[in-house]
């Protein structure tokens, strides 16, 4: 019984290490795989990166030919003169302009010092008059009282001043 016992502990010990062994490999094989993995979805990004990298370049190889077909007839120095005759033509235009709104015949031979010197002596005139037209205004006073007040107030005067005590024997 104790052989058969020592036979069933080797057997499970036995058994308990390919257990280990088995439990080895297969990490082994996860790590491999994990690296595999791993390294197939840095080969799908990099594929992709690619991919988008080219679609860029072909949109801009595009716009390069259109923007050199809109621009096939131009040029620079071309546009510059033309910006020129532009700006030119304006300014003739507000010349123009400035020339229709002038009154034709009128106030040519009238000096603008002149003119302004005029205004100012009508608007002093004008000032003038209105200083001079005060009008009566009596109805506006005040009435003049005719009792006599009830508390007179005496004015102190310091004993060192004095002008103040002449002053106040002159007052009152």
């Not at 000096?111 to 200083?131: G, I, R, Y």
């Not at 506006?140 to 106040?168: F, G, I």
Request: charged share 35%; glycine share 4%; net charge negative.
């Amino acid at each position: 019984m104790i052989l058969k016992s020592c036979t069933d502990t080797y057997f499970l010990f036995v058994v308990a290490l390919q257990a280990l062994k088995r439990k080895k490999r297969y990490e082994k094989q996860l790590t491999v795989i994990d690296g595999t993995l791993s390294t197939i979805e840095f080969q799908r990004e990099a594929l992709e990166n690619a991919n988008t990298n080219t679609e860029v370049l072909k949109v801009m190889q595009g716009a390069a030919k259109a923007m050199k077909g809109a621009h096939k007839n131009l040029d620079v120095d071309k546009v510059h003169i033309m910006m020129d005759e532009v700006a030119d033509q304006q300014e003739v235009a507000n010349e123009i302009t400035e020339a229709i709104s002038n009154p034709v015949g009128f106030g040519e031979d009238v000096d603008e010092d002149e003119l302004l010197s005029e205004l100012e002596e009508l608007e002093q005139a004008e000032l003038d008059e209105q200083l001079l037209d005060v009008g009566p205004m009596l109805d506006d006073l005040p009435s003049v009282p005719t009792q006599e007040p009830k508390h007179k107030k005496k004015t102190t005067v310091p004993e060192d001043d004095d002008d103040m005590r002449e002053l106040a024997a002159w007052a009152s």
